[in-house]
């Protein structure tokens, strides 16, 4: 039997069970609420910790063969890490990460239950305590990541069944896009003419590309003789062996995402004159010159890559120093999309444009925006039942 003791917190009985770790040497101990309330219950927790001090089983050390059943869910979710790191990109096992470690181990290591041990209720209750300080959609993520893990423990004879089949994920929120109109486009445009991020921001707006995509640009995405931009290669930041580093691909966020769009003379002229200025750059600095990142279009004088944490914090900066309405530098994005609809551009050929993998994104995310279409159903009603004028249909009391 486990040794433990009772604790009080925020006027109700925890259970806290003491055991040493074989696998570390180091003690753990685990809390597990008692759902009482501190008066008038104290004989009823002491038994409630006596019965799980004798029914609590000790994890067993875990060895190269692999999980065993009575580990702990939160040690299996952090071992689960491993298995899938070499099968998902990086900026993926990123978000998984943080998920885990900062969400759901802590979560579940504090409760104290194995992975054989782990039931439905337990992972309920898991999603309600976090529907208190993060939205639905967060509390998705975590399932889809709990899930997941809990999918491979069943293909590994470790539980008969998933007990997150089980459980109610609350309601997506439906997103609704910030965007710019196309004279808040103008001032944003005005008021960051010299800036470093002109061009970046200009780009972002008239193609609707991701951050990942514009950052990744290189010149060799550019056919200047027939005037083409090729968005085949990204640029991103994650959090690697817990280190925040920058991370490239030569690929994009979907197959879809792998696009060519038309290079208008506008910007091919400053495309032109920004490459001149970077071989400039080159001469004049020297070694000074960071390599690195050659052939990347979006670099400062020294040659080094713009930030891509950095881009969004100085975008927050520029919108505050000239009094601009805030959004985000993605709703740049929603911007290009938006001014689309607004001239008439189907939604079909604006999934194209933005590159999304099917018309369903691009309609659940922009169909609110989309008056023409409204307006032209109106008409075409009241083409086919008008309505009777005047006011004498009326009735009046």
């Given at each position: 039997m486990v040794a433990g003791h009772l604790q009080e917190k925020n006027g109700y009985y925890y259970v806290v069970l003491t055991y040493i770790d074989e696998a570390t040497g180091k003690r753990k101990q685990p809390w597990i609420p008692t759902g009482l309330p501190i008066k008038g219950n104290k004989k009823r927790a002491e038994a409630f910790l006596m019965e799980k001090r004798r029914s609590f089983i000790v994890p067993r050390i875990r060895t190269s063969e692999g999980f065993t059943e009575d580990m702990l869910f939160a040690d299996y979710m952090e071992m689960w890490l491993n298995i899938i790191k070499g099968s998902v990109a990086e900026t993926t096992f990123s978000s998984y990460t943080m998920m885990v470690k900062k969400?759901?181990?802590?979560?579940?290591?504090?409760?104290?239950?194995?992975?054989?041990?782990?039931?439905?209720?337990?992972?309920?209750?898991?999603?309600?305590?976090?529907?208190?300080?993060?939205?639905?959609?967060?509390?998705?993520?975590?399932?889809?990541?709990?899930?997941?893990?809990?999918?491979?423990?069943?293909?590994?004879?470790?539980?008969?069944?998933?007990?997150?089949?089980?459980?109610?994920?609350?309601?997506?929120?439906?997103f609704i896009a910030d965007h710019y109109n196309a004279v808040e486009l103008e001032q944003l445009f005005e008021a960051t003419a010299n800036h470093r991020f002109s061009l970046l921001i200009q780009m972002a707006a008239f193609?609707?590309?991701?951050?990942?995509?514009?950052?990744?640009?290189?010149?060799?995405?550019?056919?200047?003789?027939n005037n083409t931009i090729t968005i085949k290669h990204i640029l991103t930041q994650a959090t690697v062996d817990g280190k925040r580093q920058i991370v490239t691909a030569d690929r994009a966020k979907t197959k879809s995402s792998l696009r060519s769009l038309p290079l208008v003379n506008s910007f091919r002229e400053k495309l032109l004159a920004l490459r001149e200025q970077q071989e400039y750059n080159k001469r004049v600095c020297g070694r000074c010159y960071d390599y690195k990142y050659e052939g990347y279009v979006f670099?400062?004088?020294?040659?080094?890559?713009?930030?891509?944490?950095?881009?969004?914090?100085?975008?927050?900066?520029?919108l505050e120093r000239n009094k601009l309405r805030h959004i985000r530098f993605?709703?740049?994005?929603?911007?290009?999309?938006?001014?689309?609809?607004?001239?008439?551009?189907?939604?079909?050929?604006?999934?194209?444009?933005?590159?999304?993998?099917?018309?369903?994104?691009?309609?659940?995310?922009?169909?609110?925006?989309?008056?023409?279409?409204?307006?032209?159903?109106?008409?075409?009603?009241?083409?086919?039942l008008p309505?009777?004028?005047?006011?004498?249909?009326?009735?009046?009391?």
């Open positions: 969400k759901i181990a802590p979560y579940f290591r504090r409760l104290g239950v194995s992975l054989g041990g782990l039931e439905a209720k337990h992972i309920q209750t898991f999603y309600l305590r976090e529907l208190q300080s993060v939205s639905a959609n967060s509390v998705i993520h975590e399932h889809a990541n709990i899930h997941k893990a809990l999918k491979y423990a069943v293909k590994l004879d470790l539980i008969p069944s998933n007990p997150a089949d089980k459980v109610e994920r609350p309601r997506k929120e439906r193609y609707g590309l991701r951050k990942s995509e514009l950052l990744g640009l290189k010149w060799s995405a550019f056919d200047f003789e670099v400062d004088e020294l040659g080094r890559i713009f930030n891509p944490n950095g881009v969004s914090a100085e975008f927050k900066r520029i993605h709703d740049l994005r929603h911007s290009c999309a938006s001014l689309l609809l607004a001239n008439g551009i189907p939604m079909k050929m604006i999934q194209e444009w933005l590159g999304h993998s099917d018309i369903a994104t691009t309609s659940n995310i922009y169909a609110h925006l989309d008056v023409n279409s409204k307006n032209i159903s109106a008409s075409a009603i009241e083409q086919a309505i009777p004028s005047g006011a004498s249909d009326v009735k009046k009391w």
